[in-house]
């Protein structure tokens, strides 16, 4: 029979081996404990398709007028993304009553006595020039007009001139489509009242697409060379916002530049027009005597011009803008974290909420991708988490200014909410709704090696949808969007983007960019490998290293 093998002590081999065993256990056990990082997201089920497309249709819509840098647009969707943040219940940055009596005193009202959400910087731009600008009719009554309400300058369309008035239709002589607003009307010395566009008629020029003609920059350059005086350029509502009650006439700081079929972005504004102001349709009507918009309607209807008597009426305007600095806003929030050892280091989330405008021929660029779908998944991934926060407190931040340079992701970097120290990880999401549901690309992990492993886990942490996610590539994208500024801080930075080559969306920076061709699934799916992802930065013991460069 076998004998059993003593040990030292009288101790036999097997209780050693069995006591190794339960200290070997016992320390893989301690191995494989889950981080709290690693316990799935309590508020990971209130990111829906439902929720995201709501947001989508309120910052898409076209009476957003493309949310430009500045605009009446832009202040619409910073309204709209302040009161989400208060029900969601995010607080001001501790610094915010300071920041805003730097640039409060022409812009929102404190959200609160706590302070505000709004983040504002001042910026120089050509902005115009109310005491220098007017516009009065005479003939058979003589009317002045009111500056923002019923006129506004164009942008290096600037100077004076009184002379008689003539209707132009919508302002286009064009052989190819074999349409003529000037026929039978002479413009030289004359004031020319003209709509912006072209008519909005299904088969004539080139339907929901636009012509060269529409131009507002085409249209004056021609009135300037036959020797008009100047020009009232009427403004009118985009198309899907006729309805629209908010649709109010303010001045455009740019104009839209659309890109062709190979990406090149289109003509810019000529340096100088003859003098000009955009009019509104009711300062239209009482100038012509007679219902613009109806006036209009028609023409779109028909397609052919139209003439409006216009004998005996003299007009008088000034148009004059001037380089001057014009507050800007960034929107940002807090959500505290629940950790009181680390509830005062932060993730910082953001997602520029601008885009490009109107072009020339009153086109909007509703911007659904380009940011809407970043600023909607950045929406819903808000409401999750505040549903249940996790340790560290995690920052929202609204980027204005993205399309002009980042500018706005620049300004908060020169005036950090908080110490740069406590700053974990920045995210970004921009541009996230064209490609495959079930994949996303995400720049940032070759110069932060260690965030793979967050995406591996965030991709394990709770069913996505997501299949694939794209690291390593999109290079040349790496310093056109917001996370550039966070990562030129030294901070790790994770850039959440659509499929790839960019070159493949074609709406991408054109009017076409609307709600419609928005891939709701992807920017969901996408959102919520964003949510895990955020909630394993913020509840982690640990923290992403420094960028290699």
């Not at 909007?364 to 249940?388: H, K, M, R, T, Y």
């Not at 709406?507 to 919520?528: E, G, L, M, S």
Request: glycine share 10%; net charge negative.
């Amino acid at each position: 029979m076998n004998q059993e093998q003593t040990g030292t002590g009288g101790i036999t081999l097997p209780f050693f081996l069995a006591l190794g065993g339960i200290v070997i256990a016992s320390l893989l056990s301690a191995a494989v404990q889950p981080t709290r990082g690693d316990l799935k997201g309590p508020g990971f089920p209130a990111i829906t398709e439902k929720g995201i497309s709501a947001h989508l249709a309120t910052l898409a819509h076209p009476g957003m007028e493309g949310r430009d840098t500045p605009s009446e647009g832009q202040a619409r969707a910073a309204r709209y993304l302040v009161g989400l943040y208060r029900e969601y219940g995010l607080v001001p940055a501790a610094d915010s009553l300071e920041v805003m009596g730097d640039h409060g005193e022409d812009g929102p009202e404190h959200d609160s006595k706590e302070g505000s959400f709004y983040r504002p910087f001042m910026r120089e731009v050509n902005a115009p020039d109310p005491d220098n600008s007017l516009l009065s009719v005479s003939g058979k009554e003589e009317i002045t007009f009111e500056y923002g309400k019923d006129f506004v300058p164009i942008h290096r369309a600037s100077g004076g001139c009184k002379a008689d008035l003539v209707f132009g239709g919508f302002g286009i002589d064009s052989s190819s489509d074999k349409y003529n607003d000037f026929k039978s009307v002479k413009v030289r010395g004359k004031v020319v009242l003209f709509f912006e566009g072209e008519p909005r008629h299904k088969k004539k020029f080139k339907g929901e697409e636009v012509t060269s003609s529409a131009s507002l920059w085409g249209k004056l350059n021609h009135l300037n060379k036959e020797g008009a005086a100047g020009a009232l350029v009427v403004r009118r509502a985009p198309l899907g916002a006729e309805e629209d009650t908010e649709n109010l006439l303010d001045y455009r700081y740019s104009h839209a530049r659309w890109n062709d079929e190979k990406g090149r972005r289109g003509p810019r504004q000529p340096s100088k027009s003859l003098p000009s102001l955009e009019i509104s349709m009711e300062c239209a009507s009482r100038i012509l005597g007679t219902d613009a918009s109806k006036l209009a309607a028609g023409m779109d209807r028909s397609a052919r011009p139209k003439k409006v008597k216009t004998k005996g009426i003299v007009v008088q305007l000034d148009s004059h803008t001037s380089r001057r600095e014009i507050r800007h806003d960034n929107i940002l929030g807090v959500l505290p974290g629940t950790d009181a050892d680390l509830a005062d280091e932060y993730v910082l989330l953001g997602a520029h909420y601008d885009h490009i405008g109107v072009g020339p021929a009153g086109r909007v660029g509703c911007g659904a991708n380009d940011n809407g779908s970043g600023v909607s998944a950045f929406l819903a991934v808000a409401e999750a988490l505040a549903q249940a926060p996790p340790r560290r407190s995690v920052i929202f931040a609204s980027f204005c200014g993205e399309e002009d340079g980042l500018v706005g992701a620049y300004e908060i970097t020169k005036r950090l909410p908080v110490e740069l120290s406590k700053i974990v990880c920045m995210v970004n999401l921009d541009q996230i709704g064209f490609g495959e549901d079930d994949e996303t690309s995400v720049l940032g992990i070759n110069r932060n090696p260690k965030l793979q492993k967050v995406l591996d886990r965030a991709k394990r942490l709770e069913k996505t949808g997501l299949r694939k996610v794209i690291t390593g590539k999109g290079e040349e994208l790496w310093t056109r969007s917001d996370h550039y500024a966070f990562h030129g801080l030294g901070l790790p930075v994770m850039f959440f983007f659509e499929g790839l080559p960019i070159s493949d969306n074609k709406d991408y920076h054109t009017w076409r960019d609307t709600v419609d061709r928005v891939n709701i699934p992807k920017v969901t799916n996408t959102a919520r490998m964003v949510y895990n992802t955020i909630w394993i930065l913020a509840n982690d013991d640990g923290r992403p290293p420094e960028p290699r460069d």
